[in-house]
T-cell receptor, first 114, second 114 residues
């Protein structure tokens, strides 16, 4: 089984719909992250969480919300999806320092908003 | 806040050619540096990392990177590329000893022609 599992792998949704992307990890790490990847822009941080009670906005949090249901689960929601949220979304987890082994990424969710 | 620049957006090489991908960062203090690789359709995987010590870091699959503090650079190198090295490469940085998350560069797409 993968260390970081994202569901769904692919999703097409309509403008205005609410959608949730889920992430679970088996690394036992406290730190979890949501990034979006766009061509030519690299990965940009949406939200991050250092433990269940600690959630922080990243670089591009507008239009997104998150929920840290447990140490192992970190969900990303688009309250009202819009076409420019079409992107590849990655969840990641890291050790307490965020550095020792780098980040472990999930396989990504490709989201298309039409 | 830290930032990362990868000036080569797309590099095309023939097999056996040597590779050097540029990475420059902007931050006034001590940093941790990473290179990640993303093969087509896959998630990001850690290639190598630098925290301290020897500025020449060796990673997986024959890759290495050199940290040059005076130039704020962490260039990735490989003496002889293979077709299987075709992928997107991301440089990332975070301040040492802090809780800050990784900041990624925009990525360099490497295409190796057989």
């Amino acid at each position: 089984d993968a260390d970081v599992t994202q569901t769904p792998r692919n999703r097409i949704t309509k403008t205005g719909k609410r959608i949730m992307l889920e992430c679970s990890q088996t690394k036992g790490h406290d730190r979890m992250y949501w990034y979006r990847q766009d061509p030519g822009l690299g990965l940009r941080l949406i939200y991050y969480s250092f433990d269940v009670k600690d959630i922080n906005k990243g670089e591009i949090s507008d239009g997104y919300s998150v929920s840290r249901q447990a140490q192992a689960k970190f969900s990303l929601s688009l309250e009202s999806a819009i076409p420019n949220q079409t992107a590849l979304y990655f969840c990641a987890t890291s050790d307490p320092t965020g550095t020792t082994a780098g980040y472990t990424f999930g396989s990504g969710t490709r989201l298309t908003v039409v | 806040a830290q930032s990362v620049s990868q000036h080569n957006h797309h590099v095309i090489l023939s097999e056996a050619a040597s590779l050097e991908l540029g990475c420059n960062y902007s931050y006034g203090g001590t940093v941790n540096l990473f290179w990640y690789v993303q093969y087509p359709g896959q998630h990001l995987q850690l290639l190598l990392k630098y925290f301290s010590g020897d500025p020449l870091v060796k990673g997986i699959k024959g890759f290495e990177a050199e940290f040059i503090k005076s130039k704020f650079s962490f260039n990735l190198r490989k003496p002889s590329v293979q077709w299987s090295d075709t992928a997107e490469y991301f440089c990332a940085v975070n301040p040492s000893g802090s809780a800050r998350q990784l900041t990624f560069g925009s990525g360099t797409q490497l295409t190796v022609l057989p």
